[in-house]
């Protein structure tokens, strides 16, 4: 049985945020605000997903379940539409649709070829697509930011392929290949040091609830891979997705 953090141990906790503060203003960051925001919005956030996976947990409603895991891949597509800044037609839903089928496709089988559940069950769906969605969200944002920074400094390149004959997809293919490649080294990176510089947070605490370490380390491996699959999907499809979406019918950039 994990040990339980008290209310007191909890408010503690946050104590460690004043050496956060105080080493940013010492700086003059100017980010304290920032900070209390950050952090403030994450208790809420936390403590309300907590409230609520209670009760989704106890119905287990595949209906209401469905409705969570299409919620979260908009509100993720909303926060990389955000970051990026790229304002762009029809780009919220390419990016919608490349999270979902990467995320979707790979719970699947997961769930069912893997993990061998025979119905959808809440406690291992939502968790496990949290993680997913969120390296997705993650990883899309840096593709989507890089092959924009790229195409937008390479535009003469571009257009100078294109005229000498070569196609969409063959003008773009170095700006494609290299914000992919960018997109999937912080998942690589993540991985090489797993189990020697860290220990991953489901795995932790899976340990401190209890549960064998080999046990722990069995899913861990089967969630690591499933994220990576999942963001070289979902970077793949938003990818190619947008070098077709940069150009007219006259193949001319309109970025």
Known sequence: MVKQIS???????????????????REK???????????????IQL???GFVLLYVFKMNNIFLTSIIFVFMIFFATRIVIKRTKVQMKRITLYLFISIFIS???VLVFVLFGIIHLKNP???YLIPLAGMIIGNSMNSTAIGIERFFSKANDNRELIESFLCLGANRYEALMRIREDAFRSSLLPSLSSASGMGIVFLPGMMTGQI????????SVNYQIVIVISIATAVTISNYLILRLLEKSIFNNKNQLII
């Open 47 to 49: 403590f309300a997903a």
């Open 103 to 105: 995320s979707f496709s």
């Open 208 to 215: 401190l609830s209890g549960i064998n370490p080999i046990e």
């Open 121 to 123: 069950n809440a406690r």
């Open 7 to 25: 209310t007191g141990g909890l408010i503690l906790s946050y104590s460690m945020l004043l050496i956060v503060i105080y080493l940013t203003h």
């Open 29 to 43: 960051l100017k980010i304290t605000k920032d900070i209390l925001i950050s952090y403030g919005r994450m208790s």
